[in-house]
């Protein structure tokens, strides 16, 4: 193992001559603009998938309803969190996280969808989790090691979405046909 070496003095006069810069030092390699752009779309994904879950968990009716339902409003709290991490890491990076409803269903990864059939709904929701973990995948991959920080935030985001299809493949596979 070689022995850790760095220049204190040139990193501490770079961080004072970019102290405007804030978090991003010369040691971020990703291209900024593209990756506000990606994290945009995130920030819609997230956005659709909350208000999705929301309209479930308001029309969510029948038998089985309850505790279809809790899950649902579960899953939109979660996705408004991500979307507050996902805003929050554009501005660190010196964005502005786009909020605009103009847009938001076509920069969004996922679609949002309404149904009055529970099981309908329920396969809404899991088709749009497989998109999400298949485009942060994708997202995760393509940052690599240029930008570790946004890479860790969405494959925290990626986990979440995970056991959201698993809860949602158990959910069907437990409806009574």
């Given at each position: 193992?070689?022995?850790f070496?760095?220049d ?21 390699l990703a ?16 956005i659709?998938?909350n208000?999705r879950?929301?309209?479930h968990?308001?029309?969510?009716n029948?038998?089985?309803?309850k505790?279809v339902?809790?899950?649902f ?5 979660e996705?408004q969190q991500?979307a507050?991490?996902v805003a929050?890491r ?7 996280p ?6 938001i ?6 679609e949002?969808?309404?149904s009055?059939r ?6 809404e ?8 973990i ?11 090691d240029a930008?570790?920080t946004t890479?860790?935030?969405?494959e925290k985001?990626?986990?979440v979405?995970?056991?959201h299809?698993d809860?949602?493949a158990?959910?069907l596979?437990n409806?009574p046909?």
């Amino acid at each position: 193992m070689k022995t850790f070496k760095t220049d204190i003095e040139g990193i501490r006069k770079r961080a004072q001559e970019k102290i405007g810069d804030g978090a991003v030092t010369g040691a971020y390699l990703a291209d900024r603009n593209e990756v506000v752009a990606v994290l945009n779309d995130v920030l819609a994904t997230e956005i659709v998938c909350n208000l999705r879950y929301r309209n479930h968990y308001f029309m969510a009716n029948g038998i089985h309803a309850k505790s279809v339902a809790d899950e649902f409003l579960e899953h939109a709290t979660e996705e408004q969190q991500h979307a507050d991490w996902v805003a929050e890491r554009i501005t660190q990076l010196g964005g502005v996280p786009n909020f605009n409803p103009e847009g938001i269903e076509t920069r969004s990864h996922a679609e949002y969808s309404e149904s009055d059939r529970l099981e309908e709904m329920i396969k809404e929701d899991l088709v749009a989790e497989r998109v999400a973990i298949q485009t942060y995948s994708d997202i995760v991959r393509w940052l690599g090691d240029a930008d570790p920080t946004t890479r860790r935030l969405i494959e925290k985001i990626l986990e979440v979405e995970e056991e959201h299809a698993d809860d949602l493949a158990r959910l069907l596979a437990n409806l009574p046909r």
